[in-house]
């Protein structure tokens, strides 16, 4: 055989060797690509909601949440801080894929805006220094005390300025810049109530054991909260509320509400 077929002849074994090795013999199998991750878009501004912390770390009741659902859907979830006030567009856009930051479910928002089944209340309640709560059954019980909420045009100081007839029982009505100057007063003695979001005073409670105690009825309106999705993703709706519903049942879900709020207060009202 001269070099010319011989060349010729390894050059089809070498060829045969690599179609061999094409059809699978000895080819290491395709690396599985993983899942795309979520992104979820939030005001990291909302303690205790979702805020960055003193290691600059994204935390709060709703980032755990959404980390256990993602969790269970095999995903990740890509935290991503974004102007509030342009949520909805947003989402429209497709920047992030839902939104996750104590959401009130309103019927205006739910003409842009896919909604879970509310996962929580978000309403108003009264607190009282521990140990002063006796006869304080509702707002008509705070006739004759001070009593004291945060200024700036929020839902509960509208609502407490609309009733003068109540507000005009109160031994003193104050207005405070934020709801810590208020319940360091209510500790020292200085006021008898604050009316507050729930999740604020609930979250400064268990910052502060023992110092401030709720009075579990609702003061004026309330609302609930949901995750938002974009209006044709039912999809991932239907995927993130069936993780809800297992962490509900599981108690997953109140485990966390007892974390940062030191009560269960996930159950929803009707």
């Not at 994204?58 to 990740?76: H, M, P, Q, S, Y």
């Not at 479910?105 to 996962?119: A, V």
């Not at 709560?133 to 929020?154: F, N």
């Not at 044709?232 to 709020?261: C, P, Y």
């Amino acid at each position: 055989m001269n070099m010319k077929k011989l060349f010729a002849v390894l050059m089809m074994a070498a060829l045969a060797c690599g179609l061999l090795v094409g059809c699978g013999g000895g080819q290491k199998p395709a690396e599985k690509k993983e899942a795309k991750p979520i992104v979820l878009g939030l005001d990291d501004n909302f303690p205790p909601m979702g805020f960055v912390d003193e290691n600059n770390k994204i935390v709060g009741f709703d980032i755990d949440l959404a980390t256990e659902a993602a969790k269970r859907l095999n995903t990740k979830v890509d935290f991503k801080p974004i102007d509030w006030a342009s949520k909805e567009a947003e989402l429209k856009s497709g920047r992030v894929d839902m939104l996750w930051n104590g959401l009130d479910i309103t019927e205006k928002r739910k003409e842009n805006i896919l909604f879970s089944d509310p996962y929580m209340n978000n309403r108003f309640i009264i607190f009282c220094a521990a140990g002063k709560t006796e006869g304080i059954k509702g707002e008509a019980s705070l006739a004759g005390k001070i009593v004291a909420t945060q200024s700036g045009g929020g839902t509960i100081e509208d609502y407490l300025d609309g009733k003068p007839e109540l507000t005009g029982t109160f031994k003193e009505f104050k207005k405070y810049q934020d709801y810590l100057s208020a319940f360091m007063d209510l500790e020292n003695g200085r006021i008898d109530a604050v009316v507050c979001d729930e999740i604020i005073g609930r979250y400064y409670i268990s910052k502060h054991p023992n110092k401030i105690e709720a009075v579990d009825v609702t003061v004026g309106p309330s609302a609930q909260f949901g995750v938002g999705f974009r209006k044709d993703d039912k999809e991932l709706r239907d995927k993130v509320q069936k993780v809800l519903d297992e962490m509900r049942k599981d108690g997953t879900m109140a485990k966390i509400s007892q974390k940062w709020f030191a009560a269960d207060i996930t159950k929803i009202s009707k």
